[in-house]
């Protein structure tokens, strides 16, 4: 073989992959890449409940009414180092409504977390959400808690890909270790079906999009003397280079059902069953 024809070959063999090239190969869906302690990211997230369904069942009598939920956040999150990250409320507007009949007429307020700076932290297979500088209010740490219950929702897609190298078009199942007895407000999931759709050449590198179907259950969530039950579909865009997800679409049906008082102080069951979406968007903040 000649010198140029070597030098051609040589220099074929160092180019990246294409993406047509990059879709017939395996791909790490879970490498060591990911993003440093100290950098920060923005996001943009929504969860959407638009047709709830609630009862109230009180000793001889119900009560059923319909439910709408719309939480819009964007934050500025700051990783200090596996498992825990300081959060700054940039925006959060929140609208939770119960009614009959007619649905009202959007009213979305300010979330009291607004301009507060969080801090986010995992411990024993749970996350909790805690506010920096000072006790929250019963309002606060309502919010406070919905951070920390979402955090656990978007957190399914890098549990299920950990350890897995797969190719475009290859679907296989996931089973997580189930929780122990009861363990409270630790998820055991049931089978997920999970599949590599797609593996795209964008101009920041290669991003693998994923579909994941499944549920999971909780006892005591947060504490709280209830039950709940989650299907999840989900569909996410993950950036190969550092693991980012940079898109993320979660719909399905979240079912809960409560221990909780009336109106009248007295023990009643509180059963909702919420069709939702979560969308969400995260970005590298340049300094």
Avoid at 17 to 24: N, T, V, Y
Avoid at 30 to 40: K, L, M, N, Y
Avoid at 150 to 174: H, M, S, Y
Wanted: charged share 25%.
């Amino acid at each position: 073989m000649n010198a140029p024809l070597c030098l051609l070959l040589l220099s074929l063999c160092a180019l990246p992959l294409s993406a047509a090239d990059r879709a017939g190969a395996p791909v790490d869906l879970s490498s060591s890449a990911s993003q440093r302690p100290g950098t920060q990211l923005r996001e943009k997230r929504e969860v959407r409940v638009q047709e709830g369904k609630g009862r109230m069942q009180m000793s001889g009598s119900a009560n059923e009414f319909s439910v709408r939920f719309v939480q819009g956040v964007n934050l500025l999150r700051r990783l200090l180092g596996s498992d825990s990250e300081e959060v700054q409320v940039r925006e959060m507007v929140c609208e939770l409504v119960n009614y009959n009949g007619t649905a009202p007429p959007a009213a979305e307020q300010p979330s009291p977390l607004v301009g507060k700076t969080l801090r986010l932290s995992k411990s024993g297979g749970k996350w909790k959400c805690t506010l920096v500088g000072g006790k929250p209010s019963s309002e606060q740490q309502k919010f406070l808690n919905d951070v920390a219950f979402t955090a656990l929702l978007l957190e399914i897609p890098d549990v299920c890909l950990v350890n897995q190298t797969r190719k475009a078009g290859e679907t296989w199942k996931i089973s997580l270790n189930e929780a122990k007895g009861r363990q409270y407000g630790a998820a055991v999931a049931k089978d997920i079906d999970c599949t590599l759709v797609s593996v795209d050449e964008r101009p920041d590198g290669p991003q693998a999009t994923v579909h994941l179907t499944g549920s999971f259950t909780m006892e005591r969530p947060m504490n709280f003397l209830s039950s709940v039950e989650i299907s999840f579909d989900v569909t996410l865009v993950r950036r190969l280079s550092d693991m980012l997800n940079v898109d993320t679409k979660i719909s399905g049906v979240c079912k809960n059902t409560s221990l909780v008082n009336d109106q009248n102080g007295k023990p009643a069951q509180l059963t909702l069953e919420l069709p939702y979406t979560l969308t969400r968007t995260l970005a590298v903040e340049r300094k």
